[in-house]
């Protein structure tokens, strides 16, 4: 499926001309469309941690606050309760943390253990920044669009063969409720249709619960226990 596909999935559904091509278009409604399309894919990137937005990042720390290359261009946000990692110390790092703890530490000129972290002006800080080691965290990636279909992605249909990397199913049933919302024609069964199959999706997608990997969970048994019987007179 691709841009295309569903538009023209949707053009059908709606009893609408199918097109042949949606960005060199000039037609009002298809443009109308791509612009409902793209905003229905960047309102379900930002719902839900995809699991295929998900992108671990390690990188060498370069002793500069902030970090001028961190986070990278693609990141949108960090998933849910995500750590940042210093592989090289082999800790995770405090944050991130507020305002005035980060100016209490670095005005002290403190050695917190671990070290502090936090975003700042859309960078990455980290006090003390020690060049050479190495960083590891997790974010999700504002790209949601794979671009042709294959390995480069982006945030904005750019081609008609252009693929989700979000299910697309969603994207056609958001198509088609923004797209009646915005004729002013009811769309309520529409949204609860779309919302239902999102409830679905998301579920699918999430992670499994924790599991611990302690003794008993695995078929052994605590170190305190024994396996006869107590007998009180």
Same mark, same amino acid.
């Given at each position: 499926m691709s841009l295309l596909t569903i538009v023209q999935n949707v053009c059908a559904e709606l009893s609408l001309p199918v097109p042949t091509a949606v960005i060199s278009s000039q037609d009002p409604t /298809?443009? @109308? /469309? #791509?612009? &409902?399309? @793209? #905003?229905? =894919?960047? *309102? &379900?990137?930002r719902d839900h941690d995809w699991s295929i937005l998900r992108v671990i990042r390690t990188f060498a720390c370069t002793g500069a606050l902030p970090e001028p290359n961190e986070p990278p261009a693609d990141w949108e946000r960090f998933p849910d309760n995500s750590a940042m990692w210093n592989t090289s110390r082999l800790w995770t790092l405090n944050g991130p943390v507020d305002g005035q703890t980060w100016m209490r530490n670095t005005v002290l000129n403190s050695n917190p253990v671990p070290q502090l972290w936090r975003i700042f002006g859309g960078r990455l800080d980290i006090y003390p920044n020690v060049a050479g080691e190495n960083v590891m965290y997790e974010y999700i990636s504002k790209n949601w669009i794979a671009v042709g279909g294959g390995s480069t992605y982006a945030? +904005?249909?750019?081609? *008609?063969? *252009? +693929? =989700? #990397?979000?299910?697309e199913r969603l994207l056609e049933l958001s198509l088609i409720w923004r797209w009646k919302r915005a004729k002013g024609l009811d769309y309520s069964e529409e949204l609860e249709n779309y919302e239902r199959a999102k409830e679905s999706e998301v579920g699918s997608d999430r992670s499994a619960t924790a599991v611990s990997l302690s003794n008993p969970n695995r078929g052994g048994v605590p170190d305190n226990w024994w396996p006869g019987i107590i007998q009180v007179n």
């Open positions: /298809l443009i @109308q /469309l #791509r612009i &409902l399309c @793209q #905003r229905a =894919g960047a *309102d &379900l990137a945030a +904005t249909w750019s081609n *008609d063969n *252009d +693929t =989700g #990397r979000i299910p």
